[in-house]
């Protein structure tokens, strides 16, 4: 069965910065799409970032582009995103998911964390 636990979020002020962790297992880590979705209260789910396995191209959402790095250690099986400068419009719910195909397109099927909370104070 497979496996997706995030870490790493809490409270930061304005400007400042967060590295949130996921691990997945129960399956070939590296093969896979892994990415990050975030929640903000009364919003719908929202795109953040993807990287798909080596070879093929990272997605960011526009809004975080220049301030947000996501990476894999597929050693490790765990998928990492940076959070800098970051701002009170960031707080949010932030959920891992694991991809079912080694691209970062539909996540029809792919596998969620329960999520983390990132709270950003102004």
């Known amino acids: 069965q497979v496996y997706v636990a995030e870490s790493g979020g809490g409270l930061v002020q304005a400007g400042g910065s967060l590295r949130l962790s996921c691990a997945a297992h129960g399956r070939t880590f590296s093969v896979y799409a892994m990415g990050w979705f975030r929640q903000a209260p009364g919003k719908e789910r929202e795109f953040v970032a993807c990287v798909p396995r080596r070879g093929f191209t990272t997605k960011y959402a526009e809004s975080v582009k220049g301030r947000f790095t996501i990476s894999r250690d597929d050693d490790k099986n765990t998928v990492f995103l940076q959070m800098n400068n970051l701002t009170p419009e960031d707080t949010a719910v932030y959920y891992c998911?694991?991809?079912?195909?080694?691209?970062?397109?539909?996540?029809?099927?792919?596998?969620w964390g329960q999520g983390t909370q990132v709270t950003v104070s102004s």
């Open positions: 998911l694991g991809y079912k195909g080694y691209e970062c397109s539909s996540t029809d099927n792919a596998y």
